[in-house]
C-alpha cells in the first residue's frame, strides 16, 4: 500500500488572490512513512486503496479493485481500438467507437467498484498491451481474475496555479468527473470520481470513498471531522487522510475524513466535486498535481469551530466573496503574540492575530470563534 505525499492547495482564486499564512503553502519535507514528517505540518499521507489484489498496480481510492497493470503501462495497441473514445463519458456501447465498451453509472462492476458517473469507455482486457493509448492499464478486480478492463493513462501536473485553473482537454478526455490518479511512481490513469449523488443515474448515490455510484455507500463519520488511519474498519464514509507532523505544528499527525475529488476547473463553483462548493472543496493533493488530477476535499464552514481548529482554520477563498456564503477549511493557524492582537499576520492579506481559547492565532475573522472564543472576549466575525 503505497504512501502519499498531500500538500494544501494554492487556496487563491485566479480573479482575486488572499494570503493564508506560512504554514498552509509549505511543501517540503516528502513523507513516506505515513505518520510525521520533520517541518512543518502541511505534508500528508494516506492510505485510501480498497482494492482487493496485491499486483505491482495499486489503486489509490477507486472503490472495486483497480488492479493488476504492469509498471510499464499499456503500449498503445490496444487490440484495434483506439484511444480516441477510451474513459470517454457514454450511455450506451455505441457511444464509445469500434471495439471499446460502455459501463454506466447503474451497473455494479466489480472493477470500478460500481457505476462511473456519466459512463466510462473501456474494453476487455487480459493485459496491458490489450488497451489502446500510451500508458493505458488492463486492471482487475482482484489478483486472481483473467480478465479486466482498460483504463486510459495520464500524466500527473503541471502543478496547479490557481484553484480555478481550467482542465485540460488532452486529460481523461478532459472530464470533470474523472481524475489522473497515480497508482505507483510514474504510473497514472483516470479514475472515475463522483462527487454528488445527482451524478449519479436512478436510486444510485455516488459513494464518498469510491468515487463511483452504488446502491448503499458505507457508513461513517462525515467530511472534516478526525479518524483513526489505523483503524481496522474504516471509521470514515469517506477516506482518513493524515497530514503529518500536524497542520497546526507539532509532532503528531492530525487526521481528516474526506472524499476524492477532480482538481481545478474554470467554473469550480458550480462544479459537484465535495458535494458542491457549499458542502466542500478540492483542497489537498500529492505535490505537483494539476487541475484534472485526482486530489481530496476538506468542509465548508462558517465559524472556526466547524473546523478542527486550530490544526484548520475556517478560511475564504479570495475572490468568492460575491458567490458563496461560505469558507473552508483549511491550513492550521499561525501563532502570534498578544502584542500583534488585531494586526495582520506577516505573509497574509486576510488573517489577523486574534485571541482564542487556544491562544493568540491568525485566522480570518469573517468567520466567527465560536467555542473558541476567550470568555468575556470578542467572538470574532465581522
Known amino acids: 500500500m503505497k504512501a502519499q505525499r498531500f500538500v494544501f492547495l494554492a487556496t487563491a482564486f485566479a480573479i482575486g488572490a488572499a494570503g493564508y499564512g506560512c504554514s498552509s503553502t509549505s511543501t517540503s519535507n516528502t513523507d513516506t512513512s505515513g505518520t510525521t514528517a520533520a517541518g512543518g505540518g502541511t505534508t500528508s499521507s494516506t492510505s485510501t486503496s480498497t482494492g482487493t489484489s496485491t499486483s505491482t498496480s495499486t489503486s489509490t481510492s477507486n472503490g472495486g479493485g483497480g488492479q493488476g497493470g504492469n509498471a510499464n503501462g499499456g503500449n498503445g495497441q490496444g487490440g484495434g481500438a483506439t484511444s480516441d473514445y477510451l474513459a470517454a463519458s457514454c450511455s450506451a456501447d455505441a457511444d464509445c467507437g469500434a471495439g471499446l465498451r460502455c459501463v454506466t453509472s447503474t451497473t455494479n462492476d466489480p472493477v470500478f467498484g460500481g457505476g462511473p458517473a456519466a459512463g466510462y469507455c473501456t474494453k476487455d482486457c487480459t493485459q496491458d498491451t490489450d488497451c489502446p493509448g500510451d500508458g493505458s492499464l488492463c486492471l482487475k478486480a482482484t489478483e486472481q481474475d483473467a480478465q479486466g478492463l482498460c483504463f486510459l493513462g495520464c500524466a500527473i501536473g503541471p502543478a496547479l496555479t490557481y484553484i480555478n485553473d481550467p482542465q485540460p482537454a488532452d486529460k481523461c478526455q478532459g472530464r470533470e468527473d474523472v481524475s489522473c490518479a497515480e497508482l505507483q511512481q510514474g504510473i497514472a490513469v483516470c479514475l472515475p470520481t463522483c462527487g454528488s449523488d445527482i451524478q449519479c443515474d436512478g436510486d444510485k448515490k455516488c459513494d464518498p470513498r469510491s468515487g463511483v455510484c452504488v446502491d448503499a455507500p458505507g457508513a461513517g463519520l462525515p467530511m472534516g471531522v478526525h479518524c483513526d488511519p489505523n483503524a481496522a474498519t474504516p471509521d470514515c464514509q469517506g477516506l482518513c487522510l493524515t497530514f503529518s507532523a500536524g497542520a497546526g505544528g507539532g509532532g503528531s499527525p492530525d487526521t481528516m475524513c474526506s472524499s476524492p475529488c477532480v482538481m481545478g476547473g474554470e467554473d469550480f463553483l458550480n462544479q459537484l466535486d465535495c458535494g458542491g462548493s457549499t458542502k466542500g472543496l478540492c483542497a489537498f493533493a500529492s505535490e505537483g498535481a494539476g487541475s484534472g488530477d485526482h486530489a481530496f476535499c476538506t468542509p465548508a464552514c462558517k465559524a472556526q469551530d466547524d473546523c478542527q ?74
Do not use: H, M, Q
Request: negative net charge; contains cysteine.
Open 309 to 382: 481548529f486550530p490544526l484548520f482554520g475556517c478560511i475564504r477563498i479570495g475572490g468568492t466573496e460575491a458567490v458563496i456564503d461560505n469558507g473552508y477549511c483549511l491550513g492550521g493557524a499561525d501563532t502570534c503574540t498578544a502584542a500583534e492582537a488585531g494586526k495582520l499576520c506577516a505573509n497574509s492579506t486576510k488573517l489577523f492575530c486574534t485571541e482564542t481559547t487556544e491562544g493568540y492565532l491568525c485566522v480570518d475573522k469573517e468567520w466567527p470563534l465560536g467555542k473558541f472564543a476567550p470568555a468575556g472576549g470578542a467572538d470574532g466575525g465581522i
